[in-house]
């Protein structure tokens, strides 16, 4: 059974998100593309809340959730094309 949230589930979802994060911010061009700025702002965002509550807090829950979302917005900029990525291990996108 899966079902608990440990420190090392934690340190690997920080690790993909921070990767995922790495190549978006790569991926767009921010002086042309306001939407492609709004999705990574929110992902940084989530990704900070997300070490706030792992270090500050110790709420490996919210953590966790946090970490989703942060990474909920950049697969979903992935997916509509505003961040021009191709690692379909990090973005639900093809790789073609």
Do not use: C
């Amino acid at each position: 059974m899966n079902n608990l949230i440990t420190e090392e589930k934690l340190h690997k979802y920080f690790s993909v998100t921070e990767k995922a994060l790495a190549l978006a911010k790569q991926a767009f061009d921010p002086a042309r593309n306001e939407q492609a700025v709004d999705f990574f702002q929110m992902a940084q965002a989530y990704f900070s809340d997300a070490r706030h509550f792992h270090r500050d807090k110790q709420d490996f829950v919210l953590a966790f959730a946090a970490l989703n979302y942060a990474h909920g917005w950049l697969d979903a900029g992935a997916r509509i094309g505003l961040f021009q990525v191709s690692d379909n291990t990090l973005f639900t996108v093809d790789n073609q």
